[in-house]
């Protein structure tokens, strides 16, 4: 995970906790080595055992003004370690300097076994989910930072990371962790959205609402938008709006399971914009078949392949009947459609393999005629080598004989 693996505390090789003086004094020496652009030793809290850390003088620049207020010092310090508990928390550390993970991993799974947070066990809630979200264990990792704070303890982690006037509430912590990890996922794609849902859906904790209400408010906005997309390029294009249909199928089919899987499919609100979009490409559908019928062209195929998934997205009973009875006006099922054009395209494939094998065949022809004309350009090479050399003997044949008869005539 990124905002892990380039935390800015991670870069200063600080845990969260650590006091001004040590920030200062290790930031001073974090720049001296990089101004001789030298690694310093890897003996500080950045953890080697984490991935390659090059620090320069630039990013060690970046970081530093990464913590410089309390809100962003907050955000990193959710996914990064906090030493609350001197002694188990030092020896752990210890061992992931050392690239133990699992001695870490043992020593943290002991101190939170139960699920209970409790003053003594804090940190090691907060350091083990880092950990486990470091390794890509969503499921195990949120559910454990979202114990901590969701507990009455998360008042101690925020008070040893950011100064004694910053103020936020449980909800807006949980809020902010919550964005963050949602923002990482979307980025690196390593949970499906909809493995995302079903973690946080699992929980009990006080921003749960609010948070997935701003999931469902995003995603409904997205879905407007490119309803409002498709309806623009089907009014001025009418020749492509099955395309319009079609890409509105794509951009809002991922974002309509999300929102399936936090209303579920009786939701009146889920319905609703499914039935807006399976609606509008409804729409898309009637226009560009209108359009060609105009000009005598069948597009029943096409026609077929857009209605059924519209039929796919529609929640709504009304809407399902209206594409169905628009699917019983075409001459073909879908089934047949799709037979069709798997025909279509296992003679497309026959085609390019015939013209493949022509064209493989006429190269081969080329190769050849290319070979013949350098072998007859050979012989000929050759061939005037052996005139030449047969004209030469001659010339000095003759110069031989011409001499002879100089000197018989001088000797006479």
Known sequence: MKIIENNPYRILGILVDAGAKERTSQIKRLKQYAEVEQEPPQDDYSFPVFGKLTRTTDSIAEAESKLNLDHDKMLAALFWFWSGDPITDEVTFAALKDGNKLLAMDIWTKRT????VTECNVSAFQ??????????DYEHGIKLKINLLESDFFTDFVKQTTD???????????LLFLNQIFSEIEKQKAIS??????IVKELS??????FLYSLIQKRVEDIKNEIEIAKTKRKTDK???????KNLYFATREELTVLKNILGTDSVKYASIADKV???????DIDYHNFFVKVNIDVSEDSVELLNMAKSIAAGCVTIQRIQEDLDKMPYSY?????????????????LHKEQKEQQKREQQQKEREKREQEQKEQERLQEIKSRKKIRNVFLWTLLVVAIIMIVLINR
Do not use: H, P, W
């Open 113 to 116: 076994y139960t699920e209970k």
């Open 127 to 136: 350091n083990f989910s880092t950990l486990l979200l470091l390794m890509n």
């Open 164 to 174: 004694k006037t910053y103020k936020i509430t449980k909800k807006n912590l949980q």
């Open 193 to 198: 959205m909809e493995q995302f849902i079903a």
């Open 205 to 210: 904790f006080t921003a749960k609402e609010d």
């Open 239 to 245: 020749e492509n709006a099955n395309n319009a249909g």
């Open 278 to 284: 399976a609606n509008e490409m409804r729409q898309c």
């Open 335 to 351: 089934d047949e459609v799709l037979k069709r054009k798997a025909e279509r395209e296992q003679k497309e494939r026959e085609q």
